[in-house]
């Protein structure tokens, strides 16, 4: 039986968008292991002055993670920033309601900030909508970007900080439709709030970028009204609308595992038109973009217990520290590439998390820092993908899944950096989501195209033991580089076998 085929045709001049480089952001949120023994542990025998851990930030680094979206989350929405910042000596640990854990308040907005600064990742904060108010965050902007002169920029400044810290992007809230957020809103209220907060805070700072809450998944019951109801109070007022989403392998279902890139395709479409609708009732020109911030594969239903089922614990916790397999990493790239095609309406997005709390990066306290298989998919996307997302044409077979229905079985992404003189540097994303390899045919009219090699990441078939020893095994058994491809390299045309279940990335240059 010959494979199955699917063709690609690529043209540079079909582009969906220029990439902003904020789509490669994470996640950082008072939760279990993220902060406390994640990117901070003082002591450590990698610790900076300030008590950060050398390990986790050159990790982080070599992530190429640009943006950090920070304290929450959950944790958000019962968070009263001016307790976190002052003399340490004052501050007082308090009980976190949305993960049941005494937060000792060790870091807060300044200890944050100045990492990010120091670390060169652009920091995206969120404000409580769940118990508090325009205030509240409107003070909170202030401290962070106001010139001295007025109260809490100057209580920033007695704190030890003199320069602004320019804070742009900023969360009206989290997940402020899920029944667990602390301070939960029906679609009217939040949107009401959300108006009014993001008021006050773009008359103190008119240069931020407001994220309103979407809805914390697909699978809500109030998914699409809640969009509207909510943008029809905020449409003037804020730049982006939310998205989060959670994949998972449920009942071995792999097939619709694999196909989760479409599921988060269809989710992205269906909210840009409930945007579009919103914006076309208006008449407005004006057009809402996605912050997807919150995406990564989350064992969730299937061994999270939920948070109210959490004990009431102390000392950094740890909290759903999933361990990610090589088909968990093969499905993140697919999300990657899915996130690419989107280009156009996403200029932010944020994996969920980055160390400890479902991350890419995992640490011992008192000891080692690794990556997960996960790491790799992201690492390499964020470095290959410059310049503008193509639009291609991919043909492929269907499969048919039991979550999904039909899903193609290979998907693809492409990304062009022009140089000088018509030339160009190309990447290209490949995923092949059946269990045989899969012939694709790449059409490239009017360009001389040249892979020089990359990257290929195999799904595996054994379940993920936690440690750094298995999570080596896993990459080195799962991780490879490949060849330029080696057949039909010519003029117009390039033919590439993908591997059975893999993620691919390719690099090259372009001439025309
Ligand atoms: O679908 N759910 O049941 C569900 C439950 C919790 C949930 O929380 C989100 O994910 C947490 C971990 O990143 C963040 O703190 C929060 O914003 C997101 C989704």
């Known amino acids: 039986m010959p494979h199955p085929r699917a063709q690609v045709v690529l043209h540079p001049d079909f582009q969906v968008g220029e990439i902003d480089r904020r789509l490669f952001g994470s996640f950082v949120e008072h939760l279990g292991r993220a902060v406390y023994t994640g990117i901070y542990e003082?002591?450590?025998?990698?610790?900076?002055?300030?008590?950060?851990?050398?390990?986790?930030a050159d990790l982080t680094r070599e992530l190429g993670v640009s943006v950090v979206r920070y304290p929450g989350g959950n944790f958000v929405s019962n968070y009263v920033w001016e307790d976190g910042v002052g003399p340490r000596s004052e501050r007082k640990p308090f009980i976190d309601l949305a993960w049941r854990t005494i937060e000792p308040n060790d870091i807060g907005t300044d200890e944050f900030l100045q990492w990010a600064e120091r670390e060169g990742i652009e920091p995206m904060m969120a404000v409580n909508l769940g118990t508090r108010g325009v205030a509240a965050a409107a003070a909170l902007v202030e401290y962070c970007n106001g010139e001295a002169g007025s109260r809490w920029a100057d209580l920033r400044i007695a704190n030890g900080r003199v320069k602004p810290y320019g804070v742009?992007?900023?969360?009206?809230?989290?997940?402020?439709d899920g029944p667990w957020q602390i301070g939960?809103?029906?679609?009217?209220?939040?949107?009401?709030?959300?108006?009014?907060?993001?008021?006050a805070m773009k008359l103190v700072d008119p240069s931020i970028e407001l994220v309103v809450c979407g809805s914390s998944s697909m699978q809500m019951d109030t998914f699409g009204s809640w969009e509207r109801t909510v943008l029809e109070h905020t449409y003037d007022i804020v730049d982006h609308l939310s998205m989060h989403a959670y994949y998972e392998e449920l009942d071995g279902d792999r097939a619709s595992f694999l196909g989760s890139g479409t599921a988060m395709d269809r989710f992205i479409r269906r909210v840009v038109a409930s945007a579009d609708a919103v914006g076309a009732e208006r008449r407005s020109d004006k057009q809402i973009t996605i912050s997807f911030d919150e995406w990564n594969v989350w064992y969730l239903a299937s061994r999270f217990p939920g948070e109210k089922n959490l004990p009431l614990q102390r000392d950094a916790p740890r909290i759903i520290e999933d361990v990610y397999s090589g088909l968990d990493a093969v499905v993140v790239g697919d999300l990657l590439v899915t996130l690419l095609n989107h280009a156009d309406r996403i200029p932010v997005a944020c994996l969920a998390q980055l160390v400890n709390v479902i991350a890419p990066i995992m640490t011992e306290p008192g000891g080692a820092s690794?990556?997960?298989?996960?790491?790799?998919?992201?690492a390499e996307t964020a470095r290959l993908a410059r310049g503008a997302a193509l639009d291609l044409r991919v043909t492929?077979?269907?499969?048919?899944?039991?979550?999904?229905?039909?899903?193609p079985i290979v998907t693809a992404a492409a990304t062009w950096d022009q140089g000088a003189d018509g030339d160009g540097d190309v990447a290209l994303f490949l995923v092949n989501r059946s269990s045989e390899p899969v012939e694709v045919d790449i059409a490239h009219p009017g360009l001389t195209l040249a892979?020089?090699?990359?990257?290929?990441l195999v799904a595996d078939h054994e379940p993920a033991v936690p440690g750094p020893e298995h999570a080596a095994r896993v990459i080195d058994r799962c991780l490879s580089s490949v060849a330029a491809p080696d057949a039909g390299q010519d003029g117009a045309r390039t033919t590439l076998t993908l591997a059975p279940e893999s993620w691919t990335a390719y690099h090259g240059t372009a001439r025309r």
């Open 42 to 56: 003082p002591g450590h025998a990698t610790a900076d002055e300030h008590g950060f851990r050398r390990d986790v």
């Open 168 to 176: 742009r992007l900023w969360c009206l809230g989290n997940e402020m």
């Open 184 to 199: 939960h809103k029906d679609a009217e209220s939040y949107g009401r709030l959300a108006a009014e907060a993001g008021k």
């Open 370 to 378: 690794w990556r997960q298989p996960t790491f790799h998919p992201f």
């Open 396 to 407: 492929a077979p269907t499969t048919s899944t039991r979550q999904h229905g039909d899903v």
């Open 451 to 456: 892979l020089t090699g990359g990257v290929q």
